[in-house]
């Protein structure tokens, strides 16, 4: 499996991310930071945050292929391996059609992106691919360490097991929002749902989990937000965390849409770690 990223990190913006609150997470226990918002090539975020730290691993969810060539993003990573060896994971994507005038096929690029990582010496361990349908799924686990699915339920997670099969990374993102009050929570949590509502690769994926057109459609359903923006109090929002595991990820990322993030990253490591 390459790195080894204990069972729950961390995923949000990159600008979200301090020295200081990548210390703190790392007091906690959290095994890694996950750098989201297509971090830039150089991967300079990652090395601040890496500096500051000295265990927790730091990822990037992810770097996007249509923004940063592979040999830049390769170079920048072997100068982060070389300083902090073994910490550091290469998350990279196809990111979504709808924001790129690229008109190659986001797999056969992808395809092609890796080649030009092995040939710039990125080892397969190092990186892993972000995946959501059955192909991408089997790519990367034939060609990075895993897979790193986003806006996914535990019903994906599993499904994702057993195209990977056993040993290849599976580290899915989980929305969670603490608070206990359904319509409250929903206020909270719908907006981080609701933006990937036009991207067809992710409406895609969640069809086939069994959710409608209707519940698609606006600013999303309730049931809709429910399962991808975990809510309630912190052991139940825990148990929608560990439902990945019990599904069969080696690894969460919790991404926290409330305002204000260390409480919930305090309260669910009480809970998780």
Do not use: C
Request: without cysteine; charged residues 25%; proline residues 5%.
């Amino acid at each position: 499996m390459g790195i080894e990223l204990g069972r729950i990190g961390i995923w949000q913006h990159e600008s979200v991310f301090t020295p200081e609150i990548a210390r703190e997470l790392e007091e906690l226990g959290y095994g890694a930071i996950w750098l989201g918002g297509s971090p830039d090539g150089d991967l300079l975020k990652a090395e601040e945050l890496l500096d500051a730290t000295k265990t927790i691993k730091v990822a990037t969810g992810i770097v996007n292929i249509w923004k940063d060539d592979a040999v830049t993003v390769a170079e920048s990573y072997k100068r982060i391996e070389a300083k902090h060896p073994g910490r550091f994971l290469l998350g990279i994507g196809a990111g979504h059609r709808e924001h790129t005038a690229e008109f190659k096929k986001p797999y056969t690029a992808l395809v092609e992106y890796l080649d030009a990582l092995d040939d710039a010496g990125v080892p397969v361990e190092g990186r892993v691919l972000a995946a959501l349908g059955p192909k991408v799924i089997k790519l990367a686990g034939d060609r990075t360490a895993g897979a790193h699915p986003y806006l996914m339920t535990p019903e994906h997670t599993r499904q994702a097991r057993e195209i990977l099969g056993d040993g290849p990374l599976l580290a899915p993102e989980q929305k969670v929002v603490l608070e206990a009050d359904p319509a409250k929570a929903r206020e909270i949590g719908r907006p981080g749902v609701k933006f990937y509502l036009s991207l067809v690769n992710y409406t895609n994926s969640l069809r086939k989990l069994g959710f409608t057109d209707e519940d698609l459609a606006g600013e999303g359903s309730d049931k809709l937000v429910d399962a991808l923006a975990v809510h309630g109090d912190a052991e139940t929002v825990a148990r929608g965390v560990t439902a990945h595991i019990e599904a069969g990820a080696d690894h969460v990322n919790i991404q926290v849409l409330n305002q204000d993030p260390l409480p919930v990253y305090r309260a669910l490591a009480a809970i998780l770690l």
